[in-house]
């Protein structure tokens, strides 16, 4: 299993009407907590969202699994 650190790229969840259409951002890792829990910066396709930052989130195996913004993801291999 892949180990969460400072300037790895994760995929978080977005309100559509603030990311250009899409449901999912890019963000970098800015603090590790622990292997589950993370700060990021988001990358929105679009001007600056309401919060570009996101503190404690928590690891999901899908950005389907789970509701709110508090989550994230590591991109899928593709």
């Known amino acids: ?9 994760v995929h978080v ?5 603030t990311n250009n ?3 999912a951002a890019p ?3 800015t603090r590790v907590w622990n292997d589950t829990t993370v ?4 990358l929105a396709d ?11 989130l928590v690891l999901v195996e899908s950005l389907s699994e ?3 913004l508090c989550r ?3 991109p899928e291999r593709v």
Request: glycine share 10%; proline share 10%; net charge positive.
């Open 1 to 9: 299993m892949q180990k969460p650190s400072v300037g790895r790229i």
């Open 13 to 17: 969840p977005m309100d559509p009407a």
């Open 21 to 23: 259409g899409a449901d």
């Open 27 to 29: 963000a970098v890792i």
């Open 39 to 42: 700060n990021v910066r988001i």
């Open 46 to 56: 679009a001007a600056p969202a309401k919060s570009d930052w996101r503190t404690s």
């Open 66 to 68: 789970g509701v709110g």
């Open 72 to 74: 994230w993801a590591w």
